[in-house]
RNA sequence: GCGCGGUUAGCUCAGUUGGAUAGAGCGUUGCCCUCCGGAGGCAAAGGCCAUAAGUUCGAAUCUUAUACCGCGCACCA
């Protein structure tokens, strides 16, 4: 990042002394062969028509030019077709120590949303269950989101959407008040199938019972709703346990029924008549999505009266944006996929900029036992929770799986290798690069050595500890690229990369040497500064950073 | 049928805005413990980036077509 951005404002420089335009195209990032410099810059590739010389001639003379340009240039060399390689001196590398030390928990944060109010709403699972592990996906994906974007600088807010509002919700009563019958002996048809099979429900009759006896002889609409409301309140504090227990925190929870209760939904169903996006048809009200992109037109309240689910979530996301978010992110299953243009549709019906909403589609997790895939149907009520999966792995592994595979693509939750706490579980390699330089700091304050600031951080000339340097300086630019990316898993790989050259570096050099203290000072303090991002990068994650293993 | 996503090493997957000889982990094979934590490191083998055309200085990446896989196409939520 510092580098980059050194080298960036040396090359307008550059370029302007040339009298050569600055192409929009043009890339300095960090060649694939570390034999090609610290950083390779394409310009001369994407000039070389329009100014009417060869790339290389180009190349050439940016090259000489950068190299006088700044004493933090060791090397511009000129290759391949055009690209101008630059390599900087091992001082300017070393200079990275110092930054890490003076930021410390803040290496790696930006003001890149700087002013910019965003908001993430993942989990909303409807109420009607525990949480399985597909939803500790999302969970993991969301909460990740808004540390990453809290980090860059954009005021966020976790959200959980909480339907509460639809059928689902008398169904949960229906199911409940059926089995608190069966458990007095009253039920005389069989439990339907349409009801909720999950042991849980019974368990939660049985609860019910043994606080209240008289409850099955109630009235039936009576005691549904108390079925309906203590089950809710019941499921509801399962899901809050099992998300503070997986580190996830939601800021708001907010409610589809208040929504519907206060009228906002009508409201808002009254504003897109007014814009002319809603017309009646068939006895029923229409949203014309098809207008917008869709591939028809929705249905927003039925024949019989009542409201889609889709109105009252058009309602909700006229709410965020009242609410003075400047984008919304909404983190959905991707079997949801299908939803998406009928929400941009309503988006742009908002008056809203496409670019103020996104999704961020999490697929499915296939389970993983003994090379097997683990059944899993929730109408049959066989699931594996999200709380039986952090039992058997922890919630350190846990997270880490769900983070270090893109959202959008399937994920192997293999339970068996999760659970190992050996380095072929990538979570421990990582947590461990954290432990083993701990481990060092703590081996070198026995012996009375320190990690004085006055060290000659030039002792730092090998090549692994240039490696360890140039990659502490990614760290910044990588968390942008996932805040702007929706992209959680960049960090992930990156740590695997940190981690894996503490490793070389700490296989190849002896840190603490009794016999040079301040060789001994300098590695430390490198080590450190390794540490300090482990950490950093962990934290995004929802990992912890462990002193000791 | 239409739409969305996918197809990269034996397996699981990265690959940013089109860049140089396509990467990692696991597995396989071979090596390194007088050493701060070996819970580690080094090396080798392993590829028609699904297929075919196109765009251009240059394609895993962009376009089009085809094949296969997954998902979605409600006056459900």
């Known amino acids: 990042m510092r580098s980059t951005k050194h080298l960036t404002a040396l090359l307008h420089t550059v370029l302007q002394e040339l009298g050569l335009p600055w192409p929009e195209k043009t890339t300095i990032e960090p060649p694939k062969d570390k034999k090609f410099g610290d950083l390779a810059v394409n310009c001369a590739l994407l000039l070389a028509k329009q100014v009417g010389k060869p790339p290389r001639t180009l190349a050439e003379e940016m090259a000489k030019a950068l190299l006088g340009a700044s004493a933090d240039i060791a090397k511009a060399e000129v290759a391949g077709p055009g690209f101008v390689n630059i390599t900087f001196t091992p001082q300017f590398w070393q200079a990275n120590i110092v930054r890490t030390?003076?930021?410390?928990?803040?290496?790696?944060?930006?003001?890149?949303?700087?002013?910019?109010?965003?908001?993430?709403?993942?989990?909303?699972?409807?109420?009607?269950?525990?949480?399985?592990?597909?939803?500790?996906?999302?969970?993991?994906?969301?909460?990740?989101?808004?540390?990453?974007?809290?980090?860059?600088?954009?005021?966020?807010?976790?959200?959980?959407?909480?339907?509460?509002?639809?059928?689902?919700?008398?169904?949960?009563?229906?199911?409940?008040?059926?089995?608190?019958?069966?458990?007095?002996?009253?039920?005389?048809?069989?439990?339907?199938?349409?009801?909720?099979?999950?042991?849980?429900?019974?368990?939660?009759?049985?609860?019910?019972?043994?606080?209240?006896?008289?409850?099955?002889?109630?009235?039936?609409?009576?005691?549904?709703?108390?079925?309906?409301?203590?089950?809710?309140?019941?499921?509801?504090?399962?899901?809050?346990?099992?998300?503070?227990?997986?580190?996830?925190h939601h800021d708001v929870w907010f409610s589809e029924l208040s929504l519907v209760a206060n009228g906002e939904v009508e409201r808002t169903l009254n504003a897109m008549k007014a814009s002319g996006h809603v017309y009646e048809a068939d006895g029923a009200l229409w949203f014309r999505s098809s207008a917008l992109g869709d591939d028809k037109d929705r249905v927003l309240r039925k024949s019989d009266g009542s409201l889609t689910y889709f109105a009252s979530d058009i309602a909700y996301h006229a709410n965020k944006y009242n609410r003075g978010f400047d984008a919304v992110i909404d983190v959905w299953g991707a079997d949801h996929h299908g939803y998406i243009p009928r929400m941009r549709a309503c988006i742009e019906a908002l008056g809203r900029p496409a670019e103020a909403f996104d999704v961020i589609l999490v697929q499915l997790v296939n389970l993983m036992r003994e090379g097997k895939q683990v059944a899993m149907s929730t109408r049959a009520g066989e699931f594996e929770t999200l709380e039986d999966v952090l039992k058997d792995v922890g919630v350190d592994a846990a997270r880490f799986i769900f983070l270090s595979r893109k959202s959008d693509s399937k994920l192997d939750f293999d339970l068996d290798l999760v659970r190992q706490r050996t380095m072929d579980n990538p979570v421990y390699y990582v947590q461990y690069a954290h432990a083993r330089v701990k481990a060092v700091l703590r081996r070198a304050a026995e012996q009375g050595?320190?990690?004085?600031?006055?060290?000659?951080?030039?002792?730092?000339?090998?090549?692994?500890?240039?490696?360890?340097?140039?990659?502490?300086?990614?760290?910044?630019?990588?968390?942008?690229?996932?805040?702007?990316?929706?992209?959680?898993?960049?960090?992930?790989?990156?740590?695997?990369?940190?981690?894996?050259?503490?490793?070389?570096?700490?296989?190849?050099?002896?840190?603490?040497?009794?016999?040079?203290?301040e060789q001994t000072a300098a590695r430390l303090r490198l080590l450190q500064s390794v540490a300090q991002t482990v950490k950093n990068g962990l934290l995004l994650l929802g990992v912890e950073a462990p002193d000791s293993m």
């Open 101 to 248: 030390e003076e930021q410390g928990d803040a290496y790696g944060s930006s003001t890149l949303g700087k002013g910019k109010k965003m908001q993430v709403e993942f989990v909303s699972a409807n109420p009607t269950g525990p949480l399985h592990v597909g939803h500790g996906r999302g969970a993991a994906v969301g909460d990740s989101m808004v540390r990453i974007l809290r980090f860059s600088g954009y005021e966020t807010q976790a959200e959980y959407y909480l339907n509460d509002a639809g059928n689902q919700m008398q169904t949960l009563g229906l199911s409940i008040w059926l089995r608190v019958q069966e458990l007095v002996g009253n039920s005389t048809v069989p439990f339907p199938e349409t009801c909720y099979q999950g042991e849980y429900i019974t368990d939660i009759a049985r609860g019910m019972l043994q606080e209240n006896a008289t409850l099955p002889t109630l009235p039936e609409a009576e005691g549904r709703q108390l079925c309906y409301e203590t089950g809710l309140a019941l499921i509801l504090d399962g899901i809050k346990n099992d998300l503070k227990n997986f580190r996830v």
């Open 449 to 517: 050595i320190g990690t004085q600031a006055s060290s000659s951080l030039a002792l730092l000339q090998e090549e692994e500890a240039l490696d360890l340097l140039r990659c502490l300086d990614r760290f910044p630019q990588v968390v942008q690229d996932a805040a702007t990316g929706c992209a959680p898993h960049f960090i992930s790989y990156y740590l695997m990369d940190l981690a894996g050259l503490l490793h070389k570096y700490y296989a190849v050099h002896q840190v603490v040497l009794a016999e040079n203290l």
